[in-house]
């Protein structure tokens, strides 16, 4: 129940807010993500963009690599021809990004030619496209799945899993243990364990 992280938020507009986060918090985020949520294995290769001081870089894409035994490629900034090399080089299985870096990707494959195979990938941070996200999933294999979080609570808070149907449009269902409404105002309301 120790503070183990404190980041920085401000929403989509705002003065950053630190926000702390419990070392259990960080842990159930990771485990829900990398294992319940995805299913990732020790012989999985994520493909990793996002800052590490971000609740995506750490909670999903540090922390759950971590949680599965897997190995992790990391990139300084995210390019997409540099990603596809890396992809490629690293045997990456395993996709962690946003909607624009999944465009981005597509346009940067069509033109090069390159198209490696991928088992999953997790997208968050906006929503998806319908179009980009079947493109993703035809060029590059993978099996894509949605998911929302917020840096108040840890990591995801809902996500898509890889052993039930996928609902395209849909970014999937409560963390294990939580609480989500929505408010009459339409905003999110989580409670976590």
């Not at 183990?4 to 401000?10: R, V």
């Not at 485990?31 to 963009?49: K, P, Q």
């Not at 759950?64 to 045997?91: K, M, S, T, Y």
């Not at 909607?99 to 991928?118: F, H, I, V």
């Amino acid at each position: 129940d120790d503070r183990g992280g404190i980041l920085f938020t401000s929403g989509t507009t705002g003065t950053p807010k630190g926000v702390e986060l419990t070392g259990r918090g960080l842990r159930r985020a990771a485990e829900y993500i990398a294992l319940t949520g995805l299913g990732l294995r020790a012989d999985d290769v994520l493909f990793g963009s996002a800052p590490l001081a971000h609740v995506f870089g750490m909670s999903g894409c540090m922390n759950g690599a971590i949680a599965a035994g897997a190995c992790q490629a990391l990139v300084p900034r995210f390019q997409p021809e540099a990603a596809l090399d890396l992809i490629e080089a690293e045997g990456v299985t395993v996709f962690m990004g946003v909607p624009a870096m999944c465009s981005a990707l597509l346009a940067a494959s069509a033109e090069s030619g390159r198209a490696p195979g991928m088992r999953l990938a997790h997208v968050g941070g906006a929503p998806l496209a319908l179009d980009t996200r079947h493109a993703f999933e035809r060029r590059f294999g993978a099996v894509v799945l949605e998911g929302y979080g917020m840096t108040e609570a840890g990591g995801a808070l809902t996500l898509e899993h890889h052993d039930r149907p996928q609902a395209p449009g849909s970014v999937g269902t409560p963390a294990a243990g939580g609480e989500l409404r929505l408010a009459e105002d339409g905003g999110v309301l989580f409670r976590g364990p």
